[in-house]
């Protein structure tokens, strides 16, 4: 239908400003000379180049060494006029004929600006550009680039003939009384990848925990994306290693444990110091001290995204997770043991053997093991004495899989899932960490989706808060293939940034949430477009290839 009512009027419309047309075309060869056109590469339906046909409005006046002269040495006061009534637009109606555009839509822009949409903005890109659109009727070139494209993301999402007809009028109304342009040549608006980068470079971004393999991929993703913000890292360890990567952090600090006195007078002066506009607070030690430090003062030191206390609290230690999901079915059979006084009848009688075992605080890879008998438990509780407490858990056989939840104040806004094929544990691991996936594969299962949905539900009604912040599941199947949560993380994971190689990038998403830009945050399950994995060797960054593509360098197939 919308088709059908493009061709229609773009005909006629052509038949009707033909005289008007022809006249342009003749004044533009008396003051500009040929060419009467002026063509250029456009993004069309799903971000495909078309050559976009406009009336030409500049001189082709160079410089001495054969470059084109800034717009505004090139502007003449016919262009200025064809351009601020929009007559220059009047030759897009071929376009419109020949399929490339429609009579409404988003204004298609240039090919340069592809790499700087957010996911939300690329949303654009699913309707044919226009050559009037929502953003044009409400405000044109007198808004900025974000209102101008939240405005292109809401005409995508709302799009209707009756809407489309709105707009054909108000533009008629709006170019009558030349509204809404605020076309300069002196200070005309600034192309879209500068607006981005000048964004990007106010930014002062604090990371703490930088030794960990997530906060360093935090750090990573964001040189990606924000080349031009300056990255502040802090740890406790003199010996992280994100200090001495180079090119990693801007500025660097040791700082003391969390939650002392001191630790809070030094981020207090670094937080000064730096003018640090955003924080990602990675250590769990340091998220519950966060959690707690607003719970008492009513605000952070500085912006961060971090779940309410009541969420850390129930979380963090696996075996208060455990109590407060026992009466579900979401969770393994589980037991706590004190490794002083443990209770080995209690483990073999309620979980049996074999067991899966590993410390209620820390790392889920922490003094982690299987365990086929009882000899064994007690030599494990022996090898690890320094740990007070553990889990022990009914061992599942089935696959490893994990999913990450984003939820902004109390709203579900995305989540996605992956399945940790081949798994490298800590006690295997320099670094102490489990998440060392040494083999993953990106999966849309809305199973475990649904499921991890439904768990959040159960978790926010039990604590009574809405749920906020960044949430990692880690789960495994049962032999009959029932999911079950073996621990749910409250904050980012290492594969956070291999996930936004691929299109789910929550790293990007916080910082938009922190910066007042919630509103291009794209919302809904995430599914991915490929078949990619990703392949890591303990404590280096993962390699991201299709799995198709596995096994091709070798000559394998």
Request: aromatic share 10%; hydrophobic share 40%; charged share 25%.
């Amino acid at each position: 239908m919308k088709r059908l009512f493009d061709i229609i009027l773009s005909v006629l419309c052509l038949i009707i400003l033909s005289p008007i047309m022809i006249l342009i075309g003749g004044l533009i060869v008396l003051v500009l000379g040929h060419p009467i056109f002026f063509t250029q590469l456009r993004p069309g339906l799903e971000g495909e180049p078309f050559s976009i046909i406009k009336f030409r409005t500049m001189t082709n006046e160079k410089d001495e060494r054969g470059n084109l002269l800034p717009n505004r040495d090139r502007m003449t006061p016919l262009g200025s006029f064809l351009r601020s009534t929009s007559l220059d637009e009047l030759p897009e109606l071929i376009n419109v004929l020949k399929g490339d555009m429609s009579l409404v839509g988003p204004r298609p822009l240039l090919m340069d600006y592809l790499p700087f949409f957010t996911k939300n903005q690329h949303k654009r890109h699913k309707v044919r550009p226009g050559i009037t659109g929502w953003s044009q009727v409400n405000g044109r070139n007198s808004i900025n680039w974000d209102k101008k494209l939240n405005l292109d993301v809401w005409y995508v999402e709302n799009q209707s003939l009756v809407l489309d007809i709105k707009i054909l009028l108000l533009t008629i109304a709006k170019v009558i009384k030349r509204e809404g342009i605020n076309y300069n040549e002196q200070t005309p608006m600034p192309r879209f990848d500068e607006f981005v980068k000048k964004k990007a470079k106010k930014l002062n971004i604090l990371i703490t925990g930088i030794g960990g393999p997530t906060p360093r991929s935090i750090a990573l993703r964001l040189r990606d994306l924000y080349p031009k913000a300056k990255l502040i890292g802090v740890d406790s360890n003199p010996k992280a290693l994100g200090f001495y990567m180079n090119g990693l952090l801007d500025h660097s600090s040791v700082v003391p444990k969390a939650g002392c006195d001191q630790y809070w007078n030094a981020l207090t002066d670094i937080i000064e110091a730096e003018s640090i506009d955003i924080a990602f607070i990675q250590p769990e030690k340091e998220v519950m001290a966060w959690g707690s430090y607003y719970k008492e003062h009513g605000k952070y030191l500085s912006p961060v995204l971090i779940p309410p206390i009541e969420y850390a609290e129930s979380l963090i230690n696996k075996a208060v997770m455990a109590e407060l999901l026992v009466d579900t079915d979401y969770i393994p059979k589980t037991v706590s043991i004190n490794s002083e006084h443990p209770d080995f009848d209690l483990v073999s009688r309620y979980i049996g053997y074999p067991c899966w075992i590993r410390a209620s605080e820390g790392s889920g890879g922490l003094g982690s093991l299987k365990l086929n008998r009882e000899e064994e438990l007690k030599a494990w509780l022996f090898i690890h004495s320094n740990i007070k407490e553990f889990t022990v858990s009914e061992f599942l056989t089935g696959r490893h899989l994990a999913n990450q939840m984003l939820y902004l104040d109390g709203e579900l806004m995305k989540n996605a899932g992956l399945h940790c094929a081949e798994y490298v544990m800590a006690d295997i691991a320099p670094s102490k960490v489990t998440g060392n996936t040494s083999y993953g594969r990106f999966i849309n299962e809305d199973k475990l989706l649904d499921f991890c949905e439904e768990v959040m539900e159960v978790i926010a009604d039990k604590i009574g808060v809405p749920p906020h912040g960044v949430f990692s599941f880690d789960l495994k199947e049962d032999q009959k293939g029932n999911l079950k949560i073996t621990e749910i993380n409250v904050r980012h994971m290492a594969y956070s940034g291999i996930m936004a190689k691929v299109g789910f990038d929550l790293i990007d998403d916080t910082v938009k949430y922190l910066t007042g830009n919630k509103v291009n945050i794209g919302k809904g399950r995430f599914h991915y477009e490929s078949d990619y994995i990703f392949l890591r060797d303990v404590d280096i960054e993962p390699v991201l290839i299709r799995e198709s593509d596995l096994f091709k360098n070798n000559g394998m197939s």
